[in-house]
C-alpha cells in the first residue's frame, strides 16, 4: 500500500530538548516536504527536497533542520523546540518529474513543546 | 501561483450531491486545479486535478468553466464521512515546485 509513515503521532517534550520527527514514503517518490498546521493560519510548508542531498527552505524553515541522506526518508529535526512549535505536522510526498500528479500527506504529528 | 476563493462553509444532506464551488480568476494557463480533503486533522488527502476539460474519478467529479475562472467539486452521492475540510488550489509546479499552498477551505458538513 502506498504511504506515507510518520513518526510518532504524538509528542510531549520540553523547551529545548533536541527531538526528530521521522518520515518515510514507499513510493520512490523524489520529492517530500514538511508542513506545519495551525489555527488560522492553515497549512504552510516548512522545508521540501527535490531529492537525495537536496533540501531547500519552505516558508517557514526557521528552526527546524532536514535531512534527506536517503530517498525513503525525510526526517525534521528540531534541535532546541520552543512554545511556537507547538502545532501539527505532515510531511508530504510526490513525484518530482511529472506536474500532472498527487501529493501524498502522512498521518500528521502532533507536537506540544512546554 | 493564482489565489482561490471558496465558501467557508455548506452543508448537504446524506445521500445528495455535494457541490463545492471554487473561484480561480487569476488562474493562468499552465495551471491546474487540484482538490483535497482533510477528515479532522488527519493528513490531506488528494481527490482529483484538472487542467482544462471536465475530471471524474472514482470519488468525485470536477467541473471547470470554459474560460477557467472557476470550478466546482462534485461528490455525487455525500456520506457522513464526506464531512471534512475542502481545499482548491491552483498550481503549476515551477519556482514553487511541490509546494501547495493551501487556503482556508471549505467546511463541508454532511448531514443524516
Known amino acids: 500500500e502506498a504511504q506515507v509513515t510518520q513518526n510518532p503521532r504524538y509528542l510531549i517534550t520540553v523547551t529545548g530538548k533536541k527531538l526528530t520527527v521521522t518520515c518515510s514514503q514507499n513510493m520512490n517518490h523524489e520529492y517530500m516536504s514538511w508542513y506545519r498546521q495551525d489555527p488560522g493560519l492553515g497549512l504552510r510548508q516548512i522545508y521540501y527536497s527535490m531529492n537525495v542531498e537536496v533540501t531547500d527552505k519552505g516558508d517557514v524553515p526557521e528552526g527546524y533542520k532536514v535531512s534527506r541522506k536517503e530517498k525513503r526518508n525525510f526526517p525534521l529535526i528540531l534541535e532546541s523546540p520552543s512554545p511556537n512549535q507547538t502545532s501539527l505536522y505532515f510531511c508530504?510526498?510526490?513525484?518530482?518529474?511529472?506536474?500532472?500528479?498527487?501529493?501524498?500527506f502522512g498521518q500528521g504529528t502532533r507536537l506540544t513543546v512546554v | 501561483d493564482a489565489k482561490t476563493t471558496q465558501p467557508t462553509s455548506m452543508d448537504c444532506a446524506e445521500g445528495r450531491a455535494a457541490n463545492l464551488p471554487c473561484n480561480h480568476s487569476t488562474i493562468s494557463g499552465n495551471e491546474y486545479v487540484y482538490w483535497y480533503r482533510q477528515i479532522h486533522s488527519q493528513g490531506p488527502q488528494y481527490i482529483i486535478h484538472g487542467l482544462k476539460n471536465n475530471e471524474t474519478n472514482e470519488m468525485a467529479s470536477l467541473i471547470i468553466t470554459e474560460d477557467r475562472k472557476s470550478s466546482t467539486l462534485i461528490l455525487p452521492h455525500a456520506t457522513l464521512r464526506d464531512t471534512a475540510v475542502y481545499y482548491c488550489i491552483v498550481y503549476a509546479g515551477g519556482t514553487s515546485y511541490g509546494k501547495l499552498t493551501f487556503g482556508q477551505g471549505t467546511i463541508l458538513t454532511v448531514h443524516p
Open positions: 508530504a510526498s510526490s513525484h518530482r518529474t511529472v506536474l500532472n500528479t498527487e501529493a501524498f
